[in-house]
């Protein structure tokens, strides 16, 4: 079998990203599993203990908060209740590393119109 390059296909690009959008649930689901599978089901922060009844409740944080490090260890998981998941990431926001978005708004408020002096200086002119 050999597989032939073809250059032009349409629905390649929906492909790829249907395949990676299932690939992510995929792995979503996998981490969850992997996760609950590891660690007791009791939250880490409230140490509030689940059941399968309101397993749904108890979620899997990421220590680092980056969702695509999950190493099989489980170093970077942690199960937290809901609330506490919450209080988490509330946290993380809080502090100024978490916030990339705020210096280029003061930037864009501050900005100063390079084109100010340009008046001037053709009113030199004059
Ligand atoms: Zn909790
Ligand atoms: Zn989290």
């Known amino acids: 079998m050999v597989k032939q390059k073809k250059p032009a296909d349409p629905g390649k690009l929906d492909r790829i990203v249907a395949e990676a959008r299932r690939n992510r649930e995929q792995r979503e689901a996998g981490y969850r599993e992997q996760a609950l599978k590891l660690y007791p089901w009791i939250c880490g922060r409230c140490s509030r203990e689940f059941t399968r009844a309101n397993l749904q409740e108890l979620t899997v944080h990421h220590r680092d908060h980056n969702h695509d ?53 053709l009113k030199d002119g004059d």
Request: hydrophobic share 25%; glycine share 12%.
């Open 69 to 121: 490090n999950n190493p099989p260890d489980g170093s970077n998981w942690e199960l937290l209740c809901l609330y506490c998941h919450d209080n988490e990431h509330a946290r993380y926001l809080d502090e100024p590393q978490g916030s990339a978005g705020a210096g280029r708004r003061q930037e864009q408020g501050a900005s100063h119109n390079p084109f100010a002096g340009l008046k001037d200086l």
